[in-house]
């Protein structure tokens, strides 16, 4: 396959897959057919673009080929041309016009989607599961990751929120304003870890995923659109924590974002904060620090109790132990994150281990960092963070000599 009609097929899965498969869901109303249908539009790209060429809108040619396969699925499945007829007459594909692709209709359907999934008649994980696996294209395993469950509990959840919608025919439509309050803890909930998702990607060669990043950005702020002019503070904290994360350099920050970031912060602050508020002072802090070294660690540190209080949970206590061991040492740290392993709870986060290996070579205990560090390489699936922990992982072995 010649390396330019690839390199498009690979870009538009990466950038559109969610705006795909959310156009699909609200022409078919199926959310598997919408899947299976767009993934063999893509293997359709792959056979015929490398002959023919890549279309001028790779987009619309996927969608309409997706389409297309759709509806060729469902003749498939009739016995009569009468099925295909009351498919159309019951809603389940459209007997329209071809939509523009590029107009505001797109993002209006992704919208759709995400609050059709966060239907309160399903559970809280499979609202979130479903949507990061509709909208944003990842995996089940990628999405596992975000909640440390099994695949296959994540794959079972995946199915019966699907059935649940089908068979308690969950309308695909934006509820009115004074039906949200019941979605909407959900909706910031995707969006957080569909950024997180970009921010730390789960597979490939960059951790950062920009495509999902932005993808969050946007999503978080039409939704302050939306609820606009009584927006909670949870999604203004939302929008600045995602505007104020940035990359470890301090050369390469975005100060415009930034800039617009810290007064969303203070607002989201006025009222009694929530997580999302406590996670975007926190990021306030980093951002504010002219340089790493003049972090105000202590204050992060706070911040993280007030977070533990509101949100308890082991991956908080860990960034806790995280910030503790900057502003008081590693021994403190070390306590904590030994605490955690014995837990269980994230003995296969690759991150509980990194952390713990890292304190333990800060304590200058090289044997036992170096098999943190092996244990975290054991479970490490993004080639960036691989490279780092093996090159930590030889610098802890040259010690040892």
């Keep these: ?35 299976e249908s767009a993934q063999e539009a893509f293997t359709a790209a792959v056979d015929q673009w490398p002959a023919v060429g890549i279309p001028d809108n790779p987009r619309a040619w996927i969608i309409q080929t ?29 007997d329209v016009e071809e ?38 294209g990842l995996e089940t ?16 959840r995946l199915v019966r929120a699907k059935r649940k919608i089908r068979d308690a025919g ?5 509820p009115q304003t004074a039906d949200m309050a019941d979605r909407l803890g959900a909706v910031l909930t995707v969006i957080y870890l569909v950024f997180n998702e970009g921010y730390a990607a789960t597979r490939g060669g960059p951790l950062v995923r920009t495509d999902l990043c932005a993808e969050a950005i946007r999503l978080g702020r039409l939704v302050r659109t939306l609820l606009a002019p009584r927006v909670p503070a949870e999604a203004t904290a939302l929008l600045a924590l995602m505007l104020l994360h940035e990359e470890q350099d301090r050369s390469h920050w975005n100060r415009p974002q930034i800039a617009e970031a810290l007064p969303l912060v ?21 951002c504010r620090a002219a340089r790493a070294e003049d972090t105000d660690w202590p204050r992060i540190v706070g911040l993280y ?11 908080v206590s860990l960034n806790r132990a995280v910030a503790l061991a900057m502003a008081n040492g590693p021994q403190p740290a070390i306590e904590i994150v030994d605490g955690l392993a014995a837990g269980g709870d994230l003995d296969s986060y690759h991150l509980l281990h990194a ?23 054991e479970l490490v699936t993004n080639e960036s963070e691989r490279r780092f922990l093996e090159r930590r992982l030889r610098e802890v072995r040259g010690a040892q000599r």
């Design 170 to 174: 969950i309308p695909y439509n934006v």
């Design 66 to 94: 997706a389409r297309h396969k759709a509806i060729d699925r469902i003749r498939r499945q009739s016995l009569h041309r009468e099925k295909l007829e009351s498919y159309v007459a019951e809603g389940y594909v459209r």
């Design 355 to 377: 952390v713990r290996a890292d304190l333990l070579r800060r304590l200058g205990s090289w044997e036992e960092a170096a098999k943190s560090y092996h244990r975290a390489l």
């Design 1 to 35: 396959m010649p390396q330019d009609a690839a390199q498009a097929v690979e870009a538009v899965y990466r950038s559109d897959w969610g705006r795909i498969v959310a156009t699909l869901i609200g022409i078919t109303r199926d959310f598997d057919m919408a899947e």
């Design 99 to 136: 939509p523009d692709y590029d107009s505001g209709q797109i993002p209006d359907d992704r919208l759709r989607l995400i609050f059709t999934c966060c239907h309160p008649a399903l559970a809280s994980e499979a609202q979130v599961a479903l949507t990061l696996r509709t909208l944003c």
């Design 141 to 156: 395993d990628e999405i596992a990751r975000a909640f440390l469950v099994p695949v296959a509990t994540m794959a079972q």
């Design 266 to 286: 203070e607002e989201s602050l006025d009222s009694a904060p929530g997580a999302f508020a406590i996670q975007a002072a926190i990021s306030a802090v980093h």
């Design 305 to 315: 109790d007030l977070l533990e209080l509101l949100q308890p949970s082991p991956i």
